[in-house]
């Protein structure tokens, strides 16, 4: 019943930009703490930014400092991660997850199935 799922993926050109979408189903996403990660081929998963309840925010990846955002709209049970000026480096499957309690990087009970980012000219 509980469950995450990732859209907005896609193939951009490097600098520029995708808006991710987690929308929650069977829960209140308001109630919990919102995380977003990614994995690159070859390499071990990674956290990127977290949103908690409070709306407070935590970076977890000083590569995409000042150039990701992570928002969420309680109304429409749905978190977003903003990616400006993408680089061939950000290529990755991005996860939502979702936690009680504050932003960490473990922890996390639920997750969606990921949506593909693709960097590349």
């Known amino acids: 019943q509980l469950q995450l799922v990732e859209s907005g993926g896609g193939l951009v050109q490097p600098g520029g930009s995708l808006r991710l979408s987690c929308a929650a189903s069977g829960f209140r996403l308001d109630y919990y703490t919102i995380g977003w990660f990614r994995q690159a081929p070859g390499k071990e998963r990674e956290g990127v930014l977290c949103?908690?309840?409070?709306?407070?925010?935590?970076n977890y990846a000083d590569s995409v400092k000042d150039r990701f955002t992570i928002s969420r709209d309680n109304a429409k049970n749905t978190v977003y991660l903003r990616m400006n000026s993408l680089k061939p480096e950000d290529t990755a499957v991005y996860y939502c997850?979702?936690?009680?309690?504050?932003?960490?990087?473990?922890?996390?009970?639920?997750w969606g199935q990921g949506t593909q980012v693709t960097v590349s000219s």
């Open positions: 997850a979702a936690r009680r309690g504050s932003c960490g990087p473990q922890g996390y009970d639920y």
């Open positions: 949103i908690g309840s409070s709306g407070s925010r935590t």
